[in-house]
């Protein structure tokens, strides 16, 4: 009788599970991928089995809640944007240091500052953010009237049917 080897732990089911998903996903037999592995292939069958329960399950998520998760994220951004658009609404200042050479290498004797303020009217690419975040929620939240699609051409002739038949 065929000696078992040992159960796997967490940690190597889930690194043999990564690696089985990955060559799975490239069209491996699963016999190469038990050879890769260094399982049987029973075991590569199992495990794929497994995987594909979690990816269905992983694909059937709750919208509601991954709308709010996007939404979240798009609301994170928007703060981001309207910071930086005030930001950038500020006075820049700028120092000019003006003197002459010191007798010590790299230092300057300081004369004068002079500090210059300029007005400044505000990056519109900040605004141009803020706008995009909120078209997006709008989208996720399908407030935006469903867009109208107008076609030219015969419509049965992109169905395949023949026009003059019918």
């Known amino acids: 009788m065929a000696k078992r080897k040992p159960r796997r732990s967490a940690a190597q089911l889930a690194r043999d599970r990564r690696r089985i998903a990955?060559?799975?996903l490239e069209?491996?037999?699963q016999a190469d991928?038990?050879?890769e592995v260094g399982i049987s292939q029973s075991t590569v069958s199992n495990d794929i089995g497994a995987l594909q329960r979690d990816w269905l399950a992983s694909s059937?998520?709750?919208f509601d809640r991954a709308k709010a998760r996007e939404i979240a994220k798009v609301d994170k951004l928007e703060r981001e944007y309207y910071a930086a658009w005030r930001r950038s609404?500020?006075?820049a200042e700028t120092l000019k240091q003006k003197g002459a050479p010191s007798d010590e290498a790299g230092k300057v004797k300081?004369?004068?500052i002079e500090?210059?303020?300029k007005g400044q009217a505000g990056d519109p690419r900040f605004l141009q953010g803020v706008q995009w975040c909120i078209e997006r929620r709008c989208k996720i939240l399908g407030v935006d009237a469903p867009t109208e699609i107008k076609h030219s051409g015969r419509v049965r002739v992109l169905l395949g049917?023949?026009?003059d038949a019918v």
């Open 115 to 117: 500090k210059t303020t």
């Open 89 to 91: 609404c500020l006075d």
């Open 27 to 29: 069209g491996w037999l």
């Open 161 to 163: 049917v023949d026009p």
């Open 60 to 62: 059937l998520i709750d």
């Open 33 to 35: 991928i038990a050879d």
């Open 110 to 112: 300081t004369a004068s």
């Open 22 to 24: 990955e060559l799975y």
